[in-house]
């Protein structure tokens, strides 16, 4: 039998940290003499691979590439501290997962440095034993190819699956995917989330229809 599996997003679904991310930006786009609105953030930057986006705002500076996403992925971990909060619910969400046996992994677009700094930050990091890096992966969202690795690597289909994302990018990948998708309110309103694909939209992990989608789930399995 496959087995029920919650996969998430990292950057501002587990935990609010895009506005790191469009300073970092920002403050290297700013040396050029351009400016980066945060609408600009929310549509050609979030939740998409660093290769897409050194090459949208860099399209001059080829060889360049990996030395501007390396200092800007420092200059984000910099800004993240030791210490950050999940957003509300998570730990909660996570308890029940491990006390049912449900699998979790995170899957996220971040560079594996970000990503474990980022958990290590929000104290996650020894309660994810899946973690899949979409540019690890042969194709990294907006294609589905990340969320069917976390499946498989789960135990899990996608119809046991329920997957949590806050950008186009990820909720596109997340519905392909086949998993039952929610979109969180971090970045997006309501309706771009459910324009890119979110069946379901919370503001965080306490929200009631959450805790019911999960039950349902386990007891058509049960």
Same mark, same amino acid.
């Given at each position: 039998?496959?087995?029920?599996?919650?996969?998430?997003?990292?950057?501002?679904?587990?935990? =609010?940290?895009?506005?790191?991310?469009?300073?970092?930006?920002?403050?290297?786009?700013?040396?050029?003499?351009?400016?980066?609105?945060?609408?600009?953030?929310?549509?050609?930057?979030?939740?998409?691979?660093?290769?897409?986006?050194?090459?949208?705002?860099?399209?001059? =500076?080829?060889?360049?590439?990996?030395?501007?996403?390396?200092?800007?992925?420092?200059?984000?971990?910099?800004?993240?501290?030791?210490?950050?909060?999940?957003?509300?619910?998570?730990?909660?969400?996570?308890?029940?997962?491990?006390?049912?046996?449900?699998?979790?992994?995170?899957?996220?677009?971040?560079?594996?440095?970000?990503? =474990? +700094?980022?958990?290590?930050?929000?104290?996650?990091?020894? *309660?994810?034993?899946?973690?899949?890096?979409?540019?690890?992966?042969? *194709?990294?969202?907006?294609?589905?190819?990340?969320?069917?690795?976390?499946?498989?690597?789960?135990?899990?289909?996608?119809?046991?699956?329920? +997957?949590? =994302?806050?950008?186009?990018?990820?909720?596109?990948?997340? *519905?392909?995917?086949?998993?039952?998708?929610?979109?969180?309110?971090?970045?997006?309103?309501?309706?771009?989330?459910?324009? +890119?694909?979110?069946?379901?939209?919370?503001?965080?992990?306490?929200?009631?229809?959450?805790?019911?989608?999960?039950?349902?789930?386990?007891?058509?399995?049960?």
């Amino acid at each position: 039998m496959a087995r029920l599996s919650l996969l998430f997003d990292l950057d501002g679904t587990l935990i =609010e940290s895009d506005h790191l991310h469009h300073a970092a930006f920002a403050t290297i786009l700013a040396e050029r003499g351009e400016a980066l609105s945060i609408d600009d953030y929310k549509t050609h930057i979030m939740g998409k691979p660093n290769a897409e986006i050194m090459s949208r705002f860099f399209p001059g =500076e080829p060889g360049q590439h990996a030395e501007i996403a390396n200092r800007k992925e420092a200059t984000f971990r910099d800004s993240l501290g030791a210490s950050v909060e999940p957003l509300p619910g998570v730990v909660a969400l996570f308890d029940w997962a491990e006390a049912e046996g449900i699998g979790v992994a995170v899957v996220t677009n971040a560079p594996r440095l970000n990503a =474990e +700094a980022m958990l290590t930050a929000a104290d996650l990091a020894t *309660r994810v034993t899946t973690l899949v890096i979409g540019e690890e992966c042969a *194709r990294p969202k907006p294609d589905p190819l990340p969320y069917q690795t976390a499946m498989r690597l789960l135990g899990a289909t996608p119809s046991t699956s329920t +997957a949590f =994302e806050d950008s186009r990018s990820g909720l596109r990948a997340a *519905r392909a995917s086949g998993a039952h998708v929610f979109g969180l309110t971090t970045g997006l309103t309501a309706d771009q989330l459910r324009q +890119a694909g979110a069946q379901k939209v919370i503001a965080d992990f306490t929200d009631p229809a959450l805790w019911a989608h999960l039950q349902a789930m386990k007891a058509r399995v049960a």
